[in-house]
């Protein structure tokens, strides 16, 4: 087991590496041999770190924010594919009810926070206030200036209280994020993910670049860090994602009993019933195979 494989963020305590600049802007794609073998070794490292959880009651809280196409979501997937789904749950809120508007704005965020034993992953959280409610004009000046005050209190407090708390901002350029949205537009698996709010981010560029400088000035504590993770080629902002995440976590191999398998005992007078009686979904797959010889 490799926990700790490198320096780059040393947890919650040295959050200022997270800032150090990337050697470059726009880095090659990364191979896809290298990046399928190393995600796979590092999903591996993941299942090992959520049965850590599971048996410490450890509480993970894993936040990701940043641009709208950034990556966030596929890198979310790549986190949680071979994860125990009943203790790793992803937050995706709509948004907020009348009845939520009128509540403390942190209230609806808490019912989502990780219990003992879980890891929560959350596709944007709180830092909406931040962002696009604020861009937009969804808050008013009062409730962002307070959002923002009470915002390092409200994650004090988590972590006071043991919550292992984790803030991505996921980096992309206008360039980059113009071309993944113009690959949306003629693929139907994924036009589904444009909206009228991702007009808005490219002819807000620069407000919500003001927004995310503000945002860091105020949130960024030494408790609370942001890790920036460049963004313009997904395959790294995957790997490096995750090799951060488990080098910033002192968890150990936890060791479970090997799980055997019963020989199946003889059924006894039990007669399978006849196959005509029942429904079955149609062979649709046969018609997808060519017949024998053509």
Known sequence: MAHRTDNSGKGHAGHKAGHK???ARRPA???????????????????????????TGARILIIFEGRDAAGKGSAIKRVTEYLNPRFARIVALPAPTER???EWYFQRYVAHLPAAGEIVLMDRSWYNRAGVEHVMGFCTPAEHKRFMAQCPVFERLLIQDGILLFK?????SHGEQERRFKSRLDDPMRQWKLSPMDREAILRWEDYSRAKDDMFVQTDTAESPWYVVEAEDKRRARINLIAHLLSSIDYTEVRTEPVTLPARPKAV???????ELFRYVPDFAASLEKPAGD
Not at 29 to 55: H, N, P
Not at 269 to 275: D, Q
């Open 29 to 55: 794609r990364l191979d896809a041999g290298i990046y399928e073998a190393e995600l796979l070794r590092l999903q591996a490292e993941l299942v090992a770190l959520q049965e850590w959880v599971r048996s």
């Open 168 to 172: 991505y901002w996921f980096s992309i």
């Open 269 to 275: 007078n039990y007669t399978r019933p006849p196959r």
């Open 100 to 102: 939520e508007r009128g």
């Open 21 to 23: 600049k990337g050697s």
